[in-house]
C-alpha cells in the first residue's frame, strides 16, 4: 500500500488532505531475507528505502502475523512512471526488492498501536515514526483490498512507509524495524 502516512505524502509532493489509499503488488519472489546481501539493482541511480509493516494473511479475514519489510524502490523509474501516468512495476516489482523479517505469530504480537516503526542506514536513524500515523489501520486495508481483490493465506500486505524516505548505495546497509517484531536487516553491493 501506498499513501499511508500524512508525512511521507507530502515529502513526496502529495496532498495529505486528499490521500486515497493507492495499491500496487509485488511479487512473492521479491522477498529476501534477514540477513541478505542485495546486488544494487540494475537501471536506477536512485535505490529508496520504505520501512512498513507487515501484516500475513492466514485467511481472507484471518491475520496471521506481523513483520518489518522495506519497500525497496526505483524512485527515478517511478519519477518516470509518474509523469507519463504509466505503471510503477518496474520501480516497485523487480529483483530482491522486498526484505522481509521473520514474521511474529498474532497470539505472540505485542500491542502495536502505538509501536515504533523506524530505519537506520549505516547506523543513523533515516525513518523515525509511530504505527498510530498510519490514515488506513490494518483492518480498514484489509476492508480496501478485499472489495477488489480475493485475499487468502500466505498473502502478505505491506501497510504504507512514514516520512524519511531515502537512497541508499552499493556499500550500504539498512535495518528496519517495528518495536516488538522481528527487524530486517540487508546490505547492498556492486552489482
Ligand atoms: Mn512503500
Known amino acids: 500500500m501506498g499513501k499511508n502516512y500524512k508525512k511521507h505524502v507530502a515529502e513526496m509532493g502529495g496532498d495529505p488532505k486528499k490521500s486515497a489509499p493507492v495499491f500496487f ?10 540477513g541478505s546481501f542485495i546486488p544494487y539493482p ?20 484471518e491475520i496471521f502475523g506481523y513483520g518489518t519489510a522495506i519497500d525497496m524502490t526505483r524512485r527515478d523509474i517511478q519519477a518516470l512512471a509518474k509523469s507519463k ?9 523487480f529483483d530482491q526488492s522486498a526484505p522481509c523479517s521473520a514474521l511474529t505469530k498474532i497470539e505472540q504480537a505485542p500491542d502495536l498501536s502505538h509501536a515504533i516503526i523506524s530505519l537506520r542506514k549505516n547506523g543513523l536513524v533515516m525513518q523515525n515514526s509511530c504505527l498510530n500515523h498510519m490514515i488506513w489501520s490494518v483492518e480498514e486495508i484489509i476492508k480496501h483490498l478485499s472489495a477488489s481483490v480475493t485475499l487468502g493465506a ?5 501497510t504504507g512507509t512514514p516520512e524519511g524516505v531515502g537512497s541508499v548505495i552499493a556499500g550500504g546497509t539498512i535495518i528496519g524495524a517495528v ?3 522481528a527487524s530486517i536487516e540487508v546490505s547492498f553491493t556492486h552489482g
Not at 540494475?42 to 479475514?61: F, M, R
Not at 501516468?85 to 516489482?93: E, L, T
Request: net charge negative; proline share 4%; charged share 25%.
Open 179 to 181: 518495536e516488538g517484531l
Open 25 to 34: 503488488t509485488k511479487s512473492r519472489e521479491t522477498i529476501v531475507q534477514n
Open 154 to 158: 500466505g498473502d502478505i500486505i505491506l
Open 85 to 93: 501516468g504509466g505503471p510503477w512495476d518496474m520501480a516497485k516489482n
Open 42 to 61: 540494475p537501471q536506477t541511480d536512485n535505490l529508496h528505502y520504505e520501512v512498513e509493516l507487515v501484516v500475513a494473511l492466514k485467511s481472507s479475514t
